[in-house]
């Protein structure tokens, strides 16, 4: 009797635990799981009419919600991750230009002494700047990036400066896949050490990214996963990106050497890699309370020899018609976001950090949000509070109010009506000048308040 009595206390003692272990887990706050691929076109994964092989890719968008009208602050990678990593226009937080050093296009090898004195090494993301990682750890996330930082390289300006609590890949704008060189200088980061590894490039990468999760499972968890796949090889010896047989194994047709087939080879690398990111969610039964975003850093290379494919949009990486900084976009929150659904709403990455803050139910960062919270957006609840985006690159200007885009590229482009004209095929300037004038007074103003706003390194405080 005294026995029993003993075994139903422990029972019930024990299912007592259970259950508030349980409860834990619902008002745990959702994970957040954050994937930019590099050079990325418009039309290179299935779920955007792309021939690449991606079935996890196609699984994410038919579990959540496409975005046809996402839009990067920049058609090249150092500002547009820095809007990414900030919530703010890169002419705001003062990186609005590329961290690289030119002299790789004349074949120069560096020397280390002479590397530690070029603007890769000495540039950085200004530390007055708050990142993603900052604010979420706030509350009390654990944070991990697996993948291309571009936000500096020197030490303080590395992700574990930055708010991560981990860190492997690149701190540049490119690398080459398995020597991990750039200039033939080591490029691959642990932490905030150079390290050097064996492997292709975009596995090592998800190999951390999985083995993070698998750490972190039981607690908040943010997962930035910005694969440098598949941007080009970038290093001095070597030619081609070079991908494992087996992701070219899945292009039978192919010449396995060409330059388009080692694309679309590496685009299904990544995609593998998010496949076993979404299969551990499943396996620890944390699907449901995690938030997976996917895109790209800006458009796919455009060219004679270019592998990107950026249809039905105009232009590529590099340049501010659609194709360089319109990107594909899916999101997945299985019971918060309906499944199988579209969305043609204006957006941007500038809308990544209020989105984030409000999920996470934490503070936004004491610094001017470009962006808004577009969850209701995503979950077809509410219309998108973006109606405009603007664009200064390079001396070329760009904007985009309501359905009306201006482009002027070196004298160079006009106004388009992109309900009709996606590919920004027909100037409308003579037809319409009332609009043209009306979307370059609205630039002319969002110029003059980025150039107000408080200056920021590394270009706008010199």
């Excluded at 694969?227 to 081609?240: C, I, K, Q, T, V």
């Excluded at 509070?385 to 200064?392: G, K, L, Q, V, Y």
């Amino acid at each position: 009797m005294l026995r029993s009595l003993l075994y139903l206390m422990l029972f019930a003692v024990c299912t007592t635990a259970v259950a508030a272990g349980s409860a834990q887990d619902k008002q745990r706050p959702p994970n957040i799981v954050l994937i930019v691929s590099d050079d990325l076109g418009y039309q290179d994964i299935s779920p955007f009419g792309g021939e690449e092989v991606t079935p996890h890719l196609a699984r994410l968008a038919r579990e959540g919600v496409i975005g046809t009208s996402f839009y990067m602050t920049a058609p090249g990678c150092t500002p547009s991750r820095s809007s990414i990593l900030t919530g703010r226009y890169p002419q705001r937080n003062g990186m609005y230009d590329m961290i690289r050093n030119d002299m790789v296009n004349y074949g120069h090898r560096f020397t280390e002494i002479e590397y530690r004195r070029q603007p890769e090494s000495t540039l950085g993301m200004d530390v007055r700047e708050r990142t993603l990682a900052d604010m979420l750890k706030k509350a009390h996330y654990v944070s991990g990036i697996f993948g291309k930082w571009d936000g500096g390289r020197a030490r303080r300006y590395l992700p574990l400066q930055r708010g991560f609590d981990e860190f492997l890949g690149i701190v540049n704008t490119g690398t080459d896949y398995w020597t991990h060189e750039r200039y033939g200088m080591p490029s691959l980061y642990r932490n905030n050490e150079l390290v050097h590894e064996e492997g292709f490039l975009v596995e090592l990468e998800g190999r951390e990214a999985a083995r993070f999760v698998r750490d972190n499972h039981h607690r908040p968890f943010f997962l930035y996963f910005p694969s440098f796949g598949p941007h080009g090889a970038s290093n001095l010896e070597r030619s081609g990106i070079r991908p494992p047989q087996k992701y070219l194994d899945l292009y039978p047709g192919r010449d396995p050497k060409d330059n388009r087939t080692e694309y679309m080879a590496t685009v299904s690398a990544v995609d593998a890699q998010v496949g076993t990111i979404l299969d551990l969610l499943d396996q620890y039964g944390i699907a449901e309370n995690t938030l997976v975003i996917f895109h790209s850093d800006n458009g796919g290379p455009r060219g004679n020899k270019s592998p990107g494919d950026n249809g039905p949009l105009r232009g590529g990486k590099g340049n501010l018609w659609e194709g360089g900084i319109r990107s594909p976009f899916i999101a997945r929150w299985p019971g918060t976001i309906p499944a199988g659904t579209k969305t043609d709403a204006l957006l941007s990455t500038l809308e990544l950090m209020p989105t984030l803050a409000a999920v996470a139910k934490t503070w936004v960062p004491d610094a001017t949000m470009d962006g808004f919270d577009m969850l209701p957006v995503l979950q077809g609840q509410e219309p998108s509070s973006r109606n405009e985006m603007f664009w200064n690159w390079l001396g070329t200007r760009a904007a985009r109010v309501g359905n009306w885009k201006w482009v002027d590229i070196e004298g160079e482009g006009g106004l388009f009506d992109l309900t009709k004209d996606i590919g920004e095929q027909h100037d409308l300037s003579k037809e319409r000048p009332d609009v043209l004038t009306d979307v370059k007074a609205r630039w002319a103003a969002w110029r003059r308040e980025m150039d107000n706003a408080d200056p920021r390194g590394p270009f706008r405080d010199f």
